[in-house]
């Protein structure tokens, strides 16, 4: 008996001691896991502070301009500077295979990941405004080269002394400007974050769990800039449904009454601070659609993937003008990407801070279409 008894304490340490062990193993693998997806984040944050400056460059025609363009960038490339590659296609508005050679320059540009398009042809030709389309669709800048500007072409720039026309200004096509908004939304939602994650998002999370069963959040895909998927978090507003790319109306009945306050105060969208922080998103610039509105908007309106050429916002110019929740037709949809063109165009630091103080003010006043 008492050898038993012996045994059975000996084989009672023994349990204890390998439970003791599995404990800190556990412990152990748990720390390891955050810390390795600690510095993963650090070095995803880290690098987007830097975006890729490297442009694959096209030229099209066949004339002086081209020839000096050509020789331009390739001394660029030659000194190190951002030029990665060059691709020249030679061609002539009187050449009889033009069409064909339009086509053929637009599956290269496609196939070699062209960003940059200049096009010595001359301007406002049927075959120029077809390749303006192509390249807004395709995110592609688009520029005309060789054109000496006028009143109404007030961007224009020189490359030596080749005159270069944009379709449109580019503030954030400038890499310092890139770096600069990146920068603020890093610290930005970092400083949100903190102050978020461990005081507001656990009340708001239990609100939600105590009315509805189901998660605390709603992820769902969106096209983000150039129209790259990415998962969009928000609190979970409405109650689980089969309608998740059906757009929530007044009076919807998908949505909680504790739903119904975050939407109308903006809460909702608060957990899009981690998307911001990851690269996803910015604090301002369009809001993103779901795919089956991207879809569709695509064959509607002209210039609604332009909109993607940037990266959405948690907020935007459109949002603080009124132009928020449901779209109830195209000429409101059209209303909305005007206003995110606008922002594009006339994008600096001071216009960020100034659509979030708006945004904020907005909360606190009410919307009419916040529901």
């Not at 637009?106 to 301007?123: D, H, Q, R, S, V």
């Amino acid at each position: 008996m008492k050898q038993q008894v012996k045994n059975l304490f000996f084989l009672g340490r023994e349990k204890n001691a390998h439970s003791t062990l599995t404990t800190h193993s556990e412990a152990s693998s748990t720390s390891d896991s955050l810390s390795f997806y600690s510095q993963r984040l650090f070095e995803k944050v880290v690098t987007s502070l830097s975006p890729s400056s490297q442009k694959r460059i096209a030229i099209l025609g066949k004339n002086e301009t081209a020839l000096r363009l050509e020789h331009f960038f390739q001394q660029q490339k030659t000194n190190g500077q951002s030029v990665q590659s060059i691709l020249a296609y030679h061609t002539e508005i009187s050449s009889p295979s033009l069409e064909a050679d339009i086509e053929a320059f637009k599956a290269l540009c496609l196939g070699e990941g062209i960003n940059e398009i200049y096009c010595t042809l001359p301007e406002n030709t049927a075959f120029t405004q077809h390749l303006a389309k192509f390249a807004d669709h395709n995110f592609i800048y688009f520029r005309v080269a060789g054109h000496s500007p006028n009143e109404e072409k007030p961007t224009a720039y020189y490359y030596d002394t080749v005159p270069i026309i944009p379709l449109r200004t580019e503030p954030l096509a400038s890499q310092a400007n890139q770096m600069l908004k990146r920068s603020f939304d890093v610290a930005f939602s970092l400083l949100a974050l903190i102050f978020l994650v461990p005081f507001v998002f656990p009340l708001i999370a239990i609100a939600i769990r105590l009315e509805s069963k189901g998660d605390v959040f709603f992820v769902q895909q969106r096209p983000g800039k150039h129209n790259r998927l990415f998962p969009c978090l928000k609190f979970r507003s409405m109650r689980s449904n089969n309608e998740s790319e059906k757009q929530a109306s007044k009076n919807d009945m998908r949505i909680t009454k504790v739903g119904a306050f975050l939407r109308k105060t903006s809460l909702d969208e608060l957990p899009q601070f981690i998307n911001v922080l990851l690269g996803h998103m910015s604090v301002v610039g369009p809001r993103p659609n779901m795919v089956k509105q991207l879809e569709y908007y695509e064959q509607v309106l002209d210039e609604y993937s332009v909109r993607h050429f940037i990266t959405p916002g948690i907020t935007g110019l459109a949002q603080v003008k009124g132009f928020r929740g449901e779209t109830q037709s195209d000429e409101l949809m059209q209303k909305r990407v005007a206003l995110d063109l606008t922002y594009m165009q006339q994008w600096s630091f001071w216009l960020d801070l100034k659509i979030i103080l708006l945004t904020v003010w907005n909360i606190f006043k009410g919307e009419e279409m916040a529901y």
